[in-house]
């Protein structure tokens, strides 16, 4: 579970998150909003890569100011681009990176590495330079180096903005699949329309907080001149 209490955070003078308080436990949660509205920093702010500059997030009872570490771990967080999360040269030695501060074995590592490649469709590519892949394959690899670290919550943003409608589809797929809480940030409605939950930003507040097809509806009137 993930608690936001009155959270605000501002970037220099300028206010981005004012006073979000929200219990997050459902196990599938989009965050929508116009550009700008602050959907980017909340996400941040859920795994610690970003501290509230007041108010308080815990995850399963951690506060991201104290326990960022053990938070970092628990809570994944994949990127709208992936070329900023792919790391390593090659395809299977992006994948082995995240596992090595886990204190693995070599051959467990090995052995996750390899069932990562064949689940995500990956193991052509064991070698191949990351870089080469396509962009649908790249944002692949960039959630399975973070599935890969079993982290128990996971945190997107904007996962399927950068992708091709087939590519689209599998990611869509793969997000709805997972067992992990999901929480995820999308301008994606149909993506939206699969959570269990809906939250609505606007201009850092939170406008409106339901079932997906209310909150949706709301969001399009909002924005519907
Ligand atoms: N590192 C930063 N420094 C200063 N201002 C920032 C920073 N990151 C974001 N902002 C500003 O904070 C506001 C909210 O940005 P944020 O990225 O959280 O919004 P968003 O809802 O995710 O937008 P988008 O849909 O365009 O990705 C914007 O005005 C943005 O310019």
């Known amino acids: 579970m993930i608690e936001l209490e009155d959270v605000h955070h501002d970037y220099g003078d300028h206010k981005v998150l004012g006073g979000i308080s929200l219990t997050l436990a459902e196990p599938r949660i989009a965050i929508v909003g116009a550009n700008g509205s602050g959907k980017s920093t909340l996400a ?3 795994n610690g890569l970003l501290l509230p500059t007041s108010g308080r997030v815990r995850v399963d009872g951690l506060d991201t ?3 960022g570490k053990a ?3 628990k809570v994944g967080f994949v990127f ?5 999360q792919i790391i390593m040269p090659t395809v ?8 090595k501060r886990h204190g693995l074995t070599r051959e467990l590592r090995a052995a996750k590495v390899t069932a990562a ?3 995500h469709g990956l193991d052509q590519h064991r070698d191949h330079p990351a870089h080469l892949l396509s962009g649908g394959q790249k944002q692949l690899l960039a959630i399975a180096a973070v599935l890969i670290t079993d982290p128990t919550h996971l945190v997107f943003d904007e996962p399927t903005t950068l992708l091709d409608l087939p590519n689209r589809h599998r990611v869509t797929r793969l997000i709805t699949g997972l067992t992990q809480q999901v929480v995820l940030v999308t301008h ?3 993506l939206a329309a699969t959570a269990d939950r809906v939250i609505v930003l606007d201009h850092g507040t939170v406008f409106a907080d339901g079932p997906p097809a209310r909150s949706i509806d709301a969001y399009v009137a909002l924005h519907t001149a």
Do not use: H, N, T, V
Not at 80 to 84: A, E, V
Not at 92 to 99: P, W
């Open 92 to 99: 299977a030695e992006d994948l082995d990176f995240g596992l």
């Open 65 to 67: 100011k104290k326990d």
């Open 71 to 73: 938070i970092r771990r």
């Open 44 to 46: 941040r702010l859920l």
């Open 188 to 190: 994606d409605l149909d």
């Open 80 to 84: 709208q681009d992936p070329d900023i």
């Open 117 to 119: 490649l064949l689940e």
